[in-house]
Structures are given as C-alpha cells and as structure tokens.
C-alpha cells in the first residue's frame, strides 16, 4: 500500500520536483560586495563580486542576495549578475544598496546537503528596524522591530530569517524580537556590522503559514477543533 501521509522528506521532494532550484537554509556562504548597480525606472541590476557562491554557478541558478532569492544572468570566476524586479525593490532593503556595499549570499540548497538552518525561501516577508544592541558575554543580542505580518508567526525559541541569516528567536515581545548571534555568525554575516537604525529583511518560518492555513481551513469546515480525524486527513498523523 502506497503511504500518502505528508512527511518533511516528501514536502521537500516535491518542492525539488517543481522548481528545483530556490530553497535555502539560512546558512550564509560568504559576503559578497556590489561592484556596480545599473538602474532602470524601477527595477535595476546588480552585478555582485563574490568567490565561494560561483564555484559551480550556472546560467539561471537561484542565488539569496541578503534574504532575496534572485537568479542568475551572467557571471564570469569573480562575478554574477542579477536582475532585480519593481516589487522586489519596493519590499526589501535592496532599494538602499550603493556600489561597495555587502551583502550575504547563499546558494540554493542541494538535494544531498545538510540541512543546516531551517527552510529559507528567499522571500521577504517584511522589513525590521535594529533597535537595540548588546553585547552579553560572547554573544551579541540585536532587537528587530517587525511588521505584524512576521511577528504573527514569530514564536521564542522558533526560526526567522534575517538578510538570510537563519537564526533562532531569543524573545517576542508586541512590537518586536530578539536574536543572538554568535561570533561566528557576527564575523561571516553583514549582520555582525549592522546596529541601530539599520534595515533588514525578514522572513518568517513558512512553517507557521502552513499551519495557519491548516487551521483555516478546519474552521472553514465548521469543525469543533484541531480533532484526529482533521490532522490524519491532512497528514499530519
């Protein structure tokens, strides 16, 4: 007998087979600098200096630009170029980049990889503010104000993407979070130079998006709640 029930290995297979490359895990790879921007009416490209992201980079291979998950035009052994949509510049803090900025960068992630981080898509859900930063013993605590459409999945202890950086949530409080980040982390992300006032992108755990959905629907079908019958019919049991 065939076994339908949804696991996390069959979900990520079936990703593979519909787009097989965009996924990523939020463990960044190196910092990239922006060597040149060449700018339309409301969209622009970004030709981007990196090293260890083109080791096997190929014409339209998904690459996540500080959280973005942007493809691959052109590129040569010391470069890649990307071109960056009007929404994608309206929704992220890509809009701020300059020539010489830096930026995290993440290939897509293989099929055989570990799974280091968490389920990263590359797709912004909202901007934070760093509002706080402070230094507690060899680690460094950032808080990110958050739009209410992150912070409704954001759970303590549970996962958020930030510039592409998976990093696990210390506190959530009705306005914002916290994040450590240790110095490894500090040292390899654009984070670790990144303070108050400073813009991010985030993305939240697309976990708690399935899970709403879920829940939306069993409410939908008028049921008296979260009952056996509801999660083996989706899989979950």
Do not use: W
Not at 39 to 63: C, M, N, P, T, Y
Not at 147 to 154: A, E, F, G, H, R
Not at 157 to 169: E, F, H, N, R
């Amino acid at each position: 007998m065939v076994n339908h029930k949804f696991s996390t290995t069959n979900y990520l297979l079936l990703t593979y087979e519909i787009e097989v490359i965009g996924i990523f895990t939020g463990i960044i790879e190196e910092i990239g600098i922006i060597q040149r921007i060449t700018r339309g009416s409301k969209s622009f490209q970004l030709d981007v200096r990196a090293h260890k992201v083109l080791e096997d980079v190929k014409i339209g291979d998904s690459i996540a630009v500080s959280g973005v998950c942007l493809t691959v035009v052109k590129h040569d052994d010391k470069h890649f170029v990307a071109d960056v949509m009007p929404e994608t510049l309206d929704k992220t803090i890509l809009k701020y980049l300059t020539t010489g900025s830096n930026v995290n960068l993440e290939r897509a992630l293989k099929l055989d990889d570990r799974m280091g981080g968490h389920i990263v898509q590359g797709h912004v859900d909202g901007l934070g503010i760093i509002i706080q930063k402070n230094k507690l013993d060899n680690s460094v605590i950032y808080r990110i104000k958050a739009p209410d459409t992150v912070l409704k999945y954001t759970v303590a202890k549970g996962s958020v993407a930030v510039d592409g950086i998976s990093l696990t949530v210390v506190d959530v409080f009705s306005d914002s979070f916290t994040v450590s980040l240790i110095p490894h982390t500090a040292h390899l992300t654009t984070l670790g130079i990144k303070g108050p006032g400073d813009m991010v992108n985030l993305e939240s755990d697309i976990i708690g998006r399935y899970v709403e959905k879920l829940l939306k629907a069993g409410e939908d079908k008028k049921s008296d709640g979260m009952t056996t019958g509801f999660l083996a019919e989706h899989g979950f049991i």
